[in-house]
């Protein structure tokens, strides 16, 4: 509505059932006696609306615009319609801003409210309301919401509701296969009128759209609507260009030593997306350990960065006990809020499917291989349904390796996605922030509209507690110990070469350290609890009779070892090469070639993972213990 004015009609007869009835009214800075306790009591409103975590992402992007202006207080509510409100309440307290119950937002005169969701009687909200895309643009179909407006996440439907559910299509559309007309009857959500529309007008008195593209699917189904369409860009994906720059870091944050490549597995939400178990093949259960077995650790890097709707939906702890083989195989699961656009911007290959994260990979240049890729869902005309229809898709019969050696060797990107996802590249803060203060009826600050840059995430290196199995090779002169390491697989290393175990002293399986060649842990040089690397070492080989060697690893490059003869060597390799782990199963290589500790401190070694050469420097040797 033009004017900013809401139909309250409807909010007294919700009573009880409007999310945060029954929770205690803020005071301050908003409430009936607020000018009486408000330090700065005259401020205009800007109200954050808040369904669940997922939205909340975008509103974190757009949060900084408001930065420095001591005439807007800012605010935040959650309208309680979202059935994955899990994670939403500590992410509202870490951004220190006031939170209201939703009864209290409605009854609140606000200036501004903005939110990246639809649902919850948005229309009731007393104020100016601009909508965001919470994803890549306006892509998904969606039955019609009830009468109570639940949010499109919820799967909640009214009776009434049933008869314009999505239509069914093949799983996955390929090019030459003609798009079903009847899919086009399901609305798009965010450009339906189902969706915009309250009694005939527009929900919103501004919807920001990302893309022209948008504009005309907007014209064509919800032409009400045109008049409050947008465009500004897309915030999300302007963070993610401005921090490329910043690749190499991010890929040391995520622990990808060099030689390495980062695969990352990424699933939105629901029964067909890559981690759901009903789109007609659970990907999943067959995939992960595939990935742990087949791709040499030293050579790959897994991550994985699953939906907020998974996260919170299933619940944090349930996903790492889903995951828990993969994870100590050395499965890193990325920071759904924080970190997954550094994750993005890190990676070698994600495997994915048709959510709004592929799409983002692909628009960055990154090769995407589909490992579900479901096409009802989807508005056949969007830019994601083109890329899902043309993407490569994972073959669970084919080696994962030669897959994705094919795939990032012959990537070309699609066009599409950089073309599609804004129109406005490096733009967006300027064009919202100028959106923003338009709505408000107030003067724009002077300073330059910027976001916020991606944090650098912290340090996550690769945490393998499950057995190692390692075949070793030994070439002539010049010395090279080629090393290949496989975590957890289902069958010994096949190949020419020594194998044997290394086992860190962590495992679940205690048995495994008693067939264990070498056996390792990370610490502290100092940690008084393992008495020093000498005597855990020493401890080690006592307790262990057949392990030949032990490592303790000190930091990113270094670990001191003990042989079964005695001998205390020092392995120092690059921080950013060669795990100290994989160092120590090199020299165990070496020694057991007959090769002597005084040459390998003499000229070092040099180990070969994969494509990667790495030289290891081996000092400290002294004489066996008696």
């Known amino acids: 509505m033009a004017d900013g004015s809401r139909d309250t009609s409807g909010v007294a007869e919700a009573g009880g059932a409007v999310a945060g009835s029954g929770e205690r009214h803020l005071r301050v800075p908003v409430g009936a006696d607020a000018t009486r306790w408000a330090t700065r009591g005259r401020c205009r409103r800007v109200l954050f609306v808040v369904h669940n975590v997922t939205s909340a992402t975008r509103l974190l992007d757009v949060l900084p615009l408001f930065n420095d202006d001591l005439g807007i207080q800012l605010l935040a509510t959650c309208p309680g319609s979202s059935a994955f409100e899990g994670g939403v309440e500590a992410l509202l307290a870490e951004t220190g801003l006031p939170v209201l119950p939703w009864e209290q937002a409605l009854d609140t005169r606000v200036d501004l409210a903005i939110t990246a969701s639809l649902g919850g009687q948005l229309h009731c909200i007393s104020g100016k309301l ?72 527009p929900i919103a008195d501004a919807m920001v759209l990302s893309h022209p593209e948008q504009l005309d699917r907007l014209r064509d189904t919800c032409p009400e609507a045109v008049s409050t369409a947008v465009l500004a860009g897309d915030p999300c994906y302007d963070r993610m260009l401005a921090a490329r720059p910043y690749r190499e870091r991010f890929r040391r944050a995520f622990g990808v030593r060099r030689g390495q490549r980062l695969i990352l597995l990424n699933s939105t939400w629901n029964p067909e997306s890559l981690f759901g178990d009903g789109g007609g093949a659970d990907v999943l259960p067959a995939l992960l350990p595939r990935l742990i077995a087949e791709l040499p650790a030293d050579e790959y890097r897994i991550a994985a960065v699953l939906h907020p709707n998974i996260w919170h939906g299933h619940g944090p702890g349930q996903i790492r006990a889903w995951l828990d083989r993969a994870l100590r195989a050395g499965l890193t699961l990325v920071d759904p809020l924080h970190d997954w656009r550094q994750a993005l911007i890190a990676a070698d290959a994600v495997i994915g499917d048709h959510g709004s994260v592929s799409y983002y990979a692909a628009a960055l240049g990154t090769p995407v291989l589909l490992g579900a890729a479901p096409s009802n869902g989807l508005d056949p005309r969007s830019p994601v349904a083109d890329f899902v229809r043309r993407a490569p898709l994972l073959d669970l019969h084919t080696p994962l390796a030669s897959q994705l050696n094919d795939l990032i060797a012959h990537h070309h990107p699609f066009p599409g996605p950089a073309q599609h996802t804004t129109s406005a590249p490096g733009s967006s803060a300027a064009l919202l922030r100028t959106l923003f203060y338009d709505l408000l009826a107030s003067p724009e600050p002077q300073q330059r509209a910027q976001l916020e840059p991606l944090r650098l995430p912290p340090h996550q290196p690769a945490a393998m507690t499950a057995p190692l199995h390692v075949l070793t090779c ?20 096949v190949g020419e070469g020594d194998a044997h175990i290394a086992v860190h002293e962590d495992t679940r399986d205690p048995g495994q350290l008693a067939l264990a060649d070498v056996v390792f842990r990370h610490g502290d040089a100092a940690d008084p609890r393992f008495g020093s690397p000498e005597c855990w070492t020493a401890e080690v080989l006592e307790r262990h009779p057949y392990s030949s060697l032990a490592a303790y690893i000190t930091g990113p490059g270094e670990c001191t070892v003990r042989t079964r003869a005695g001998q205390i060597l020092r392995l120092i390799g690059e921080p950013e090469g060669i795990d100290p782990a994989c160092s120590a199963s090199a020299l165990r290589a070496w020694l057991t070639a007959g090769l002597s500790v005084e040459r390998a401190v003499e000229n070092g070694i040099t180990v070969r993972t994969g494509r990667a050469v790495h030289r290891v420097t081996v000092t400290g040797s002294r004489e066996p213990l008696p």
């Open 130 to 201: 601009a909508l965001l895309s919470h994803g890549v643009g306006y892509n998904k179909t969606l039955a019609t919401p009830d009468t109570g407006h639940r949010t499109p996440d919820t799967g909640r439907l009214s009776p009434g509701a049933l008869g314009s559910a999505p239509v069914s299509a093949p799983a996955c559309l390929r090019p030459e296969e003609p798009v079903e007309s009847a899919l086009t009857s399901a609305p798009v959500f965010g450009l339906s009128p189902e969706w915009l529309l309250h009694d005939g007008s």
């Open 474 to 493: 030994v070439t002539a002169e010049p010395y090279e110990v080629h090393v290949a390491r496989h975590a957890d697989p289902a069958h010994e290393s």
